[in-house]
């Protein structure tokens, strides 16, 4: 399972989940990727207010909300 937790070969997968444990693995790994890489955009994102500038990789906007000191 470990070896297959990229899910596909094309990102670096040396195999293809095959079973439903793997393809759960998988899902969870690319969840926790994408969510890491919104949150670190968000966190270094300089714009004023409470939406993020345009996120070319999500292709959206990110509502940063209000800070409060």
């Known amino acids: 399972m470990i070896l297959s937790h990229h899910g596909e070969l094309e990102f670096g997968s040396p195999k293809r989940p095959k079973c ?4 759960i693995l998988h899902y969870i790994d690319d969840l926790d990727s ?6 670190v955009f968000v966190e270094q994102d300089q714009t ?3 939406w993020s500038a345009f996120s070319k990789n999500y292709d959206r906007f990110f509502y940063k909300g209000t800070r409060t000191p």
């Open 48 to 50: 004023p207010g409470a």
């Open 20 to 23: 439903v444990e793997a393809m």
């Open 34 to 39: 994408k969510v890491n890489s919104i949150a």
